[in-house]
Protein backbone atom coordinates (compact mmCIF):
# COMPACT_ATOMS: atom_id res chain seq x y z
CA UNK A 1 0.00 0.00 0.00
CA UNK A 2 1.64 3.18 -1.19
CA UNK A 3 0.43 6.37 0.75
CA UNK A 4 0.51 9.98 -0.40
CA UNK A 5 2.82 12.55 0.82
CA UNK A 6 -0.73 14.18 2.66
CA UNK A 7 -1.79 11.38 3.62
CA UNK A 8 1.57 10.22 5.41
CA UNK A 9 1.79 14.06 6.99
CA UNK A 10 -1.67 13.46 8.50
CA UNK A 11 -1.03 10.34 9.67
CA UNK A 12 2.28 11.40 11.30
CA UNK A 13 0.24 14.32 13.01
CA UNK A 14 -2.15 11.55 14.12
CA UNK A 15 -0.04 9.51 15.75
CA UNK A 16 2.17 12.37 17.00
CA UNK A 17 -0.65 13.93 19.00
CA UNK A 18 -2.11 11.04 20.24
CA UNK A 19 1.63 10.86 21.60
CA UNK A 20 1.29 14.22 22.95
CA UNK A 21 -2.28 13.48 25.14
CA UNK A 22 -1.10 10.59 26.52
CA UNK A 23 2.11 12.04 27.35
CA UNK A 24 0.56 15.18 29.14
CA UNK A 25 -2.25 12.75 31.16
CA UNK A 26 1.04 10.32 32.13
CA UNK A 27 2.76 13.49 33.54
CA UNK A 28 -0.54 14.03 36.00
CA UNK A 29 -0.71 10.06 36.70
CA UNK A 30 3.14 10.85 37.77
CA UNK A 31 2.49 14.15 40.00
CA UNK A 32 -0.02 11.99 41.60
CA UNK A 33 2.17 9.15 42.45
CA UNK A 34 4.73 11.42 43.47
CA UNK A 35 2.72 13.00 46.02
CA UNK A 36 1.18 9.42 47.54
CA UNK A 37 4.57 8.07 47.67
CA UNK A 38 5.33 11.27 49.47
CA UNK A 39 1.93 11.08 51.92
CA UNK A 40 3.18 7.06 52.52
CA UNK A 41 6.79 8.28 53.33
CA UNK A 42 5.79 10.89 55.82
CA UNK A 43 3.36 8.71 57.90
CA UNK A 44 -0.08 10.85 56.68
CA UNK A 45 -0.89 7.50 54.59
CA UNK A 46 -0.14 4.18 57.01
CA UNK A 47 -2.46 2.11 55.66
CA UNK A 48 -4.69 0.61 52.78
CA UNK A 49 -7.46 2.58 54.99
CA UNK A 50 -5.66 5.59 54.76
CA UNK A 51 -4.96 5.59 51.16
CA UNK A 52 -8.56 4.78 50.11
CA UNK A 53 -9.04 8.11 52.43
CA UNK A 54 -6.51 9.59 50.40
CA UNK A 55 -8.20 8.74 47.22
CA UNK A 56 -11.23 10.15 48.68
CA UNK A 57 -9.60 13.33 49.01
CA UNK A 58 -8.46 13.49 45.75
CA UNK A 59 -11.57 12.99 44.10
CA UNK A 60 -13.28 15.77 46.16
CA UNK A 61 -11.02 17.96 45.40
CA UNK A 62 -10.72 17.59 41.90
CA UNK A 63 -14.73 18.14 41.82
CA UNK A 64 -13.79 21.60 43.18
CA UNK A 65 -11.75 22.62 40.94
CA UNK A 66 -13.36 21.59 38.09
CA UNK A 67 -16.03 24.21 39.38
CA UNK A 68 -13.61 26.96 38.75
CA UNK A 69 -14.14 29.34 35.39
CA UNK A 70 -10.58 28.64 33.54
CA UNK A 71 -10.05 32.21 33.44
CA UNK A 72 -9.48 32.41 37.60
CA UNK A 73 -6.53 29.97 36.33
CA UNK A 74 -4.94 32.34 34.10
CA UNK A 75 -5.18 34.98 36.71
CA UNK A 76 -3.90 32.95 38.71
CA UNK A 77 -1.02 31.92 36.59
CA UNK A 78 -0.21 35.60 35.51
CA UNK A 79 0.21 35.97 39.07
CA UNK A 80 2.70 33.26 39.76
CA UNK A 81 4.80 34.42 36.94
CA UNK A 82 5.61 38.15 38.51
Known amino acids: ?5 PSLRRLIKEAIG ?5 M ?3 RIRE ?3 A ?3 DAVSSGD ?3 EKDLEDYFKTVDMAVKAL ?3 PFEVFVKLGKTKRK
Open 31 to 33: DLQ
Open 24 to 26: KKE
Open 1 to 5: MRLSL
Open 45 to 47: VKN
Open 35 to 37: RIA
Open 66 to 68: KMI
Open 18 to 22: ASENY
